[in-house]
């Protein structure tokens, strides 16, 4: 009997892992082709967060563990990820393609709709069964219930997630104002640290790895919150918008060395 129910969830479990990224590679797939249609390689980032959301409902559908825990990880990561793809359909979409994508287009010429199709749709899908593997290994095992753990992890989700929505609800407000033009936001969130939404991003992240490490499984899940927090903090995220910022915004160097890049603490004194 242990025999044949290790089997199972081994059969469960790359049930899961196959289908998920099966999935993930039907979306990006679409999402490329509308992208050529468009001329416009930006809609990956609003793939991104509905991304997690298919992988989190496939993983829901295709596996039979802990219900409580399955529904929970696949609830919490659709909220997450519902609304990074609404926020950002709602300040992206009509404002032309990302200066990323567009000093691509122009290295790679007539090639680039096939060299995005892997550099990026096909990196970004790669990495988003990656960062979501705590919400796929979660969902496999029947045992054990939501204990202290998990209770932590929904704790840690929901600080996240307090940081990534107001913080991106302030910086929208800020930018708003007319006044603002060409200042620096330091209000706020912001006044504690440069990157509220990316730190956000990595408590989501580190909560529900923490949820699903209960099951023991989920453990090796714990490679999808490191690998976002070292996109977050040194790659796509804080570290290439603190150069590009550096270079076009007036009074961010003070900023820079004031404000923590990362883990919110009390601004520092200068001079």
Known sequence: MRESSSVN????????????ALAVACMMLVVWLIS????????????????????????????????????LLTVLTTIWGLRLAFYLAKRN?????DFRYQAMRRKHGSKFAFVSLYTVFGVQGLLMWIVS????????????????????????WCVGMFF??????????FKRDPANKGLVMNRGL????????????SCVWAGLGLIAAETKLG?????????MTILLVKVSGAAMLDRAMLKRK???ETYVATTSGFIPRPPRRTG
């Open 219 to 227: 453990i090796f899940g714990l490679v999808g919150p490191v690998v």
């Open 164 to 173: 990534e929505a107001v913080g991106d609800a302030q910086l929208a407000k």
């Open 9 to 20: 969830q081994m059969t469960g479990t790359s049930l899961v892992l196959v289908g998920s």
């Open 36 to 71: 050529l249609k468009m001329r416009d390689a930006s809609i990956v980032d609003i793939a991104w967060g509905s991304g997690f959301v298919v992988v989190a409902w496939v993983s829901f559908w295709l596996s039979d563990g802990n219900s409580t825990r399955s529904l």
């Open 133 to 156: 593997l705590p919400v796929q290994l979660g969902q496999v095992r029947e045992t054990p219930n939501i204990g202290v753990v998990g209770v932590v992890g929904v704790v840690a």
């Open 250 to 252: 007036p009074g961010y």
């Open 93 to 97: 979409l009509g404002h032309g393609e």
């Open 190 to 201: 912001w006044r504690y640290t440069r990157h509220p939404n990316y730190f956000g991003d």
